[in-house]
């Protein structure tokens, strides 16, 4: 009795450490894999080689595109990826700009902040109308990201966590390896830049009209430019004016 007792906690301690290890192990799987952006635990597998994103060429004149399109398949993907909602991507002669919203599928898209920081009031939701300050039920569908009852945006393109940036840098390099550099931003207004030129080519009307306006939109947003172009919609309408 003494033996098969002795045996018998044996065998509970056992099972007992197996199923511990297996929450462990279950645990850093989450962690390591694309439903989590904030752990950055060693070894992590987003995280291995270079840095992908961002300034790495140190070329100058880096965002003096000579033309840019609509990328629907690197879009597509880059939309595929846990925690990211939508993505628009542009391919120029030298770059990718990926501008993205953000979701609940995954963890720690944003280096800081939390539901407190959030740019979105999603609340009117759950009482049928769009607007939860007016009661309107009606929004612009030439903007992708608002504040009302949209997927979310992050101001700073800095605070978007740098291992979803490099999840998204690497997707797009597999499709598009000739890229000098992949900038990535959740910023509210450039996704609602890009969604208009997105209509544009959706269009089959040609974007080279809008470079000098593409090229003074990607400066503010990555390198400080101090220009900010007005929306595609209030451009077309002030040149329809002039006519």
């Not at 509970?12 to 390591?32: H, I, P």
Request: proline fraction near 4%; hydrophobic fraction near 35%; charged fraction near 15%.
């Amino acid at each position: 009795m003494i033996k098969q007792a002795r045996i018998l906690t044996l065998l509970t301690a056992v099972t007992l450490s197996l199923v511990v290890m297996s929450g462990c192990n279950y645990e850093r799987y989450v962690q390591n894999s694309t439903y989590d952006y904030g752990s950055k635990n060693k070894g992590d597998p987003k995280m291995l080689g270079s840095r992908m994103y961002g300034t790495v060429s140190g070329l100058p004149g880096q965002h003096d595109n000579a033309w840019f399109e609509y990328s629907s398949l690197i879009s597509n993907d880059v939309s595929s990826i846990n925690g990211v909602a939508g993505a628009l991507v542009m391919l120029t002669d030298k770059n990718a700009y990926v501008g993205i919203t953000t979701d609940w599928t995954a963890t720690g898209t944003m280096k800081s902040g939390g539901r407190a920081t959030r740019e979105q009031d999603n609340s009117g939701s759950t009482q049928g109308v769009y607007n939860n300050d007016t009661g309107s039920p009606y929004w612009n569908n030439q903007r992708i990201a608002t504040p009302y009852n949209s997927y979310f945006t992050i101001n700073d393109h800095n605070q978007i966590s740098s291992e979803l940036k490099q999840t998204i840098a690497i997707h797009v390099r597999k499709l598009a390896p000739s890229v000098q550099e992949v900038h990535i931003s959740a910023n509210k207004e450039f996704n609602n830049h890009l969604i208009q030129y997105a209509q544009e080519a959706w269009a089959g009307h040609s974007l080279m009209p809008w470079l000098p306006s593409f090229n003074k939109l990607v400066k503010h947003q990555f390198v400080g430019g101090n220009d900010v172009p007005a929306p595609l919609d209030v451009q077309q309408g002030q040149a329809a004016m002039h006519k």
